[in-house]
């Protein structure tokens, strides 16, 4: 499994930033995936999630802000931040959407996002 997120950077609140990550072609097909993140001293915390099929969720602090889309051949996954705030700054990693992800132990490389005037 490889998980490799990226686009992340430092931004003004209220700007944006798109985020992506690759994943392994046989660990990313079929899957529901997700975008996770971890602000300075918190816990990892889910932000959003997509199926296979294009269905998504978002966690309240993430809805009409952020949009999670992904292609499926190029077995991508993306997360588009719009009006950020310092509350968002975090490191964002990618991960399978599923009930069992606080016990995942690979979380491959996150993407630092920095809200900040």
């Known amino acids: 499994v490889q998980l490799q997120a990226s686009g992340g950077g430092l931004v003004q609140p209220g700007g944006s930033l798109r985020l992506s990550c690759a994943a392994s072609?046989?660990?990313?097909?079929?899957?529901?995936m997700g975008w996770y993140r971890q602000g300075p001293g918190k816990g990892r915390e889910l932000v959003a999630l997509?199926?296979?099929?294009?269905?998504?969720y978002y966690v309240d602090s993430a809805k009409g802000r952020f949009t999670i889309s992904r292609d499926n051949a190029r077995n991508t996954v993306y997360l588009q931040l719009n009006t950020l705030k310092a509350e968002d700054t975090a490191v964002y990693y990618c991960?399978?959407?599923?009930?069992?992800?606080?016990?995942?132990?690979?979380w491959g490389q996150g993407t630092q996002v920095t809200v900040s005037s």
């Open positions: 991960n399978a959407g599923n009930s069992a992800w606080r016990d995942y132990s690979y």
């Open positions: 072609g046989s660990f990313f097909s079929g899957n529901t």
């Open positions: 997509i199926t296979s099929g294009g269905s998504t």
